[in-house]
């Protein structure tokens, strides 16, 4: 059972916009930066978005986050077949004093 | 550039001591030059933190802390990750990651190709 909670799978149709949530508690997503990350088959997590809203050169901008209080969103417009991976969240836990994860979710293009 | 990579063995039994290294370039692991941390994802699974290093701090995940060691050498750039009694739920890819930025906003930025484990007699 992770400390942060993503749904297992999402889904959407080329061109289609879609969103991953991302929750967790006071100690974590409410006091810490979060950060996703997407994991292509058979590849090592890449770096999507860093302090809860941040792009790294060369993200396209159709990659977008956001926090409010103890949830993350990460969203996706403009679906592209090759966005078809998994997405993780990530944050500081104060309480745990440890890097957290969430269980992933899978997005899969229609 | 910053480049990661994962050394070590692809078989272990149960209860050996795993070691793995990670080489690293395009930083240093001194002040301000950020950390390196470990993680693994069993297979199908989700991803895990294991431990972290920097110049003068280490930590290490709570439920795997009195297994883990983690050490640097900072001559030939490499981050030393040593796992006692080895069991086949450790059984993972396990990578390396370059944290970048600094706190409270500290990220896994880079990270390695990661190496398969499996553990079994």
């Known amino acids: 059972q992770s400390v942060l909670t993503q749904p297992p799978s999402a889904s959407g149709t080329p061109g289609q916009r879609v969103t991953i949530s991302c929750s967790g508690s006071s100690s974590n997503i409410g006091s810490k930066a979060v950060n996703w990350y997407q994991q292509l088959p058979g590849t090592a997590p890449k770096l999507l978005i860093y302090s809860n809203d941040q792009r790294p050169s060369g993200v396209p901008d159709r990659f977008s986050g956001s926090k409010s209080g103890t949830s993350a969103s990460l969203a996706i417009s403009g679906l592209q077949s090759e966005d078809e991976a998994d997405y993780y969240c990530a944050t500081w836990d104060d309480s745990l004093n440890a890097w957290v994860f969430g269980g992933g979710t899978k997005l899969t293009v229609l | 550039q910053i480049t990661l990579k994962e050394t070590g063995p692809t078989l272990v039994k149960p209860t050996q001591t795993l070691t793995l290294t990670c080489t690293f370039s395009g930083f240093s692991l001194n002040t301000g030059g950020g950390g390196v941390g470990w993680i693994r994802q069993p297979p199908g699974q989700a991803l895990e933190w294991l431990a972290l290093?920097?110049?003068?701090?280490?930590r290490y995940s709570p439920s795997l802390k009195s297994r883990l060691t983690i050490t640097k050498d900072t001559s030939r750039n490499q981050v030393i990750l040593t796992m006692t009694n080895m069991d086949p739920v450790d059984t993972a890819t396990y990578y390396c990651?370059?944290?970048?930025?600094?706190?409270?906003?500290?990220?896994?930025?880079?990270w390695g190709q990661g190496t398969l484990v499996t553990v079994s007699s």
């Open positions: 990651a370059h944290i970048g930025g600094y706190y409270p906003l500290e990220r896994f930025d880079y």
């Open positions: 290093i920097y110049w003068d701090d280490q």
